[in-house]
């Protein structure tokens, strides 16, 4: 079945660490996009990429980098620099042309120790 | 900045009850209009979506209302059942268009008492 699949579901870091996310589709999608979304929060736009060595700064960009080496796949790095990235990180893809909607994976929680 | 306003932030229903969640958007160039649905520790679904070509439409106890010159639309759940008990979110946006910075409602915390 196609869909959006997101590693690890659940991540700790450590002060000063840097970690990095996976999001892996199926569904031939060109936009793939990050949300994080705090607790009893909405849904704010890290980065997001239409095409592949191509991506674009969100609202919320600082702290964060990306990559597009493959269509399929959208890595999102935390850095050290992210001075508070305990959250609920989504990824999120959809077709460029039809809009009809976002696929969501289903998410990773990550915590600072 | 485009603006989305979603209310109410939150919302408790009887069992049985209808639940209506609204959206209010500005940018009169959106013609798709979309509701999501999100329960704990998992991403968001889209749940059911409307064209302005139409001023309604149903699915199964879901209906979404649109009001083109009051740039608003909403979300009815009939019936009410427990397992509706989600965080819904509005995203209006353009149906044909290269990727976007899409910017999602504040979200509605729904809870079903049963």
């Known amino acids: 079945d196609g869909g959006i699949t997101q590693s690890p579901k659940y991540l700790f870091r450590k002060e000063g660490q840097n970690v990095t996310l996976s999001c892996e589709q199926n569904?031939?999608?060109?936009?793939m996009y990050w949300y994080r979304q705090d607790p009893g929060q909405g849904l704010r736009l890290i980065y997001y990429?239409?095409?592949?060595?191509?991506?674009q700064k969100g609202d919320i960009a600082e702290g964060y980098s990306v990559s597009r080496e493959k269509e399929e796949s959208f890595p999102l790095t935390v850095t050290s620099a992210q001075k508070n990235p305990t959250a609920f990180y989504l990824c999120?893809?959809?077709?460029?042309?039809?809009?009809?909607?976002?696929?969501f994976g289903s998410g990773t929680r990550l915590t600072v120790v | 900045q485009q603006q989305v306003k979603q209310s109410p932030q939150s919302l408790i229903v009887q069992k049985g009850g209808i639940s209506i969640i609204n959206c209010a958007y500005e940018n009169t160039a959106f013609d798709y209009f979309p509701w999501y649905q999100q329960f704990p520790g998992k991403g968001p679904a889209l749940l059911i979506a409307?064209?302005?070509?139409?001023s309604e439409k149903k699915e199964g106890r879901f209906t979404i209302s649109f009001n083109k010159s009051a740039k608003q639309f909403s979300l009815h759940i009939m019936d009410s059942q427990p397992g509706d008990s989600a965080t819904y979110f509005c995203a209006p946006n353009w149906s044909h268009s290269s990727a976007s910075k899409i910017i999602f409602g504040s979200g509605t915390r729904l809870s079903i008492r049963p």
């Open positions: 990429s239409q095409i592949v060595n191509d991506f």
């Open positions: 569904l031939n999608h060109d936009a």
């Open positions: 409307i064209r302005p070509d139409v």
């Open positions: 999120a893809s959809n077709p460029v042309q039809l809009n009809y909607g976002y696929t």
